[in-house]
């Protein structure tokens, strides 16, 4: 009876397996994603779940890659002023958004600021990492601004020969737009990343929550400063420590104010958001970083967003958190 018994159960388990832990990744936009999600029996397999991902980042790098002359942005910055160019809704959704960042942050936020990335070192078109001369960066300034581009209903357009970059965006749309596709595929429970920008929503098929490791801004390696527990939420890391170079003992970092035409030169060394958006996520936290310790907190806490700023000092490193910040920790 008892072996009877210990059949039927075994019957029962094989009839309904319990739900697993899935992973997968691979390159994109010159680094890398990766997504964790609970399958369900008779759920969507790891292959289609990347297919359907990979659709995704493909057609986000066919738009938004500047380091591809055959993409919607590379053709739009090639124009010259005074041209429009017919895109899709998504890029004039990111532009949108864009150019709301800008308005905020009187310009220190711009999404035209590939000449200065080139001329600094950081972009696609540079030559080398180097100090530019004044009279160059003031040429290059005359292509910068967003207040030379608009939206005229489906087209894009310029009054000056801007080149868009939407790196400090493009991650976060991406992230946003995989969730959405895993939620369509019946995926409740899953951790999304591509870039560094990352969105979870559910639990574990164990029930616990998914885990984010918040790093601390070293050169050397990677540490955990906070592993925090998100669930709904999506995180944005902008740091100074990941792209920059050192001329004559000073230290230019990717980070450029578009105001300045220049690098930032202050002591905010990261920058972690929290938002329900990982475009928003992505965005602000570019943007506080940017604005530097005080502006970007008193912008932060003006504007309600969940933050936390880590800042240089000579003991080391100093983090605050915003109330929102803590809130979304709390899950409230």
Request: glycine fraction near 10%; hydrophobic fraction near 40%.
């Amino acid at each position: 009876m008892r072996t009877t018994l210990l059949f039927i159960l075994m019957l029962l388990a094989a009839c309904n397996p319990a739900p697993t832990l899935e992973r997968l990744g691979g390159p994109t936009m010159g680094s890398s994603y990766s997504i964790q999600y609970v399958r369900e029996p008779g759920g969507p397999s790891p292959a289609q779940v990347q297919d359907a991902v990979e659709a995704i980042l493909r057609d986000i790098d066919g738009h938004f890659s500047t380091y591809r002359g055959d993409s919607t942005v590379s053709r739009f910055n090639q124009l010259p002023a005074n041209q429009c160019q017919a895109v899709g809704a998504d890029m004039l959704a990111l532009v949108a958004f864009g150019q709301q960042l800008a308005e905020q942050s009187q310009g220190a936020f711009d999404l035209t600021v590939e000449p200065l990335l080139d001329l600094w070192g950081f972009g696609p078109q540079a030559r080398r990492e180097q100090v530019p001369d004044p009279q160059a960066r003031a040429l290059v300034r005359q292509r910068v601004g967003y207040r030379h581009l608009r939206i005229e209903g489906d087209a894009l357009c310029k009054d000056a020969p801007v080149e868009l970059d939407f790196n400090s965006i493009a991650a976060g749309h991406a992230v946003d737009l995989i969730a959405g596709r895993l939620r369509a595929m019946g995926i409740i429970d899953f951790l999304a990343e591509a870039t560094g920008e990352l969105k979870a929503e559910g639990r574990k098929p164990d029930g616990s929550p998914w885990r984010i490791a918040l790093e601390l801004p070293r050169e050397d390696r990677q540490i955990a400063r906070q592993v925090i527990a998100v669930d709904g939420l999506a995180v944005s890391t902008s740091g100074d420590y990941r792209h920059y170079f050192e001329e004559n003992g000073r230290r230019y970092s990717h980070a450029l104010d578009a105001r300045l035409g220049r690098p930032v030169e202050h002591d905010l060394a990261a920058v972690t958001v929290l938002d329900a958006s990982a475009l928003r996520a992505d965005g602000y936290s570019t943007l506080l970083l940017i604005l530097g310790p005080q502006q970007g907190w008193d912008f932060a806490i003006a504007h309600g967003i969940a933050a936390m700023l880590v800042t240089r000092t000579q003991d080391g490193f100093v983090s605050r958190a915003t109330p929102g910040f803590e809130r979304k920790l709390k899950g409230e």
